[in-house]
Nanobody
Framework: QVQLVESGGGLVQAGGSLRLSCAAS????????IGWYRQAPGKQRELVAS???????NYADSVKGRFTISRDNAKNTVYLQMASLKAEDTAAYSC??????????WGQGTQVTVSS
């Protein structure tokens, strides 16, 4: 099993920056992909960004050029650096990972609120 704990959410003004962290523990060697989803009230869940064990990244079109996902393998932590935040980035952000057994794990989520 893999446990994921997010941190770093909060309230920020439009145009500001925020960094989310997702610390993984447990069977982290089995993780092949890890990243972030978000869901705003009344909207579908959206994949924001992900990074594979090989370092390949994937971003939603809505965040390309503004968000950067990275990982620190020594700390088993993934980061989502968010810049030029917009009101439409307001959502609950959840860290997820997928293992090579095709099992998915989720964190509890962290709220990001961008005030305009």
């Amino acid at each position: 099993q893999v446990q994921l704990v997010e941190s770093g959410g909060g309230l920020v003004q439009a145009g500001g920056s925020l960094r989310l962290s997702c610390a993984a523990s447990g069977s982290t060697a089995s993780v092949i992909n890890i990243g972030w989803y978000r869901q705003a009230p009344g909207k579908q869940r959206e994949l924001v960004a992900s990074i594979t064990s090989g370092g390949r990244t994937n971003y939603a079109d809505s965040v390309k050029g503004r968000f950067t996902i990275s990982r620190d393998n020594a700390k088993n932590t993934v980061y989502l650096q968010m810049a030029s935040l917009k009101a439409e980035d307001t959502a609950a952000y959840s860290c997820f990972c997928k293992t090579f057994w095709a099992t998915e794990y989720w964190g509890q989520g962290t709220q990001v609120t961008v005030s305009s």
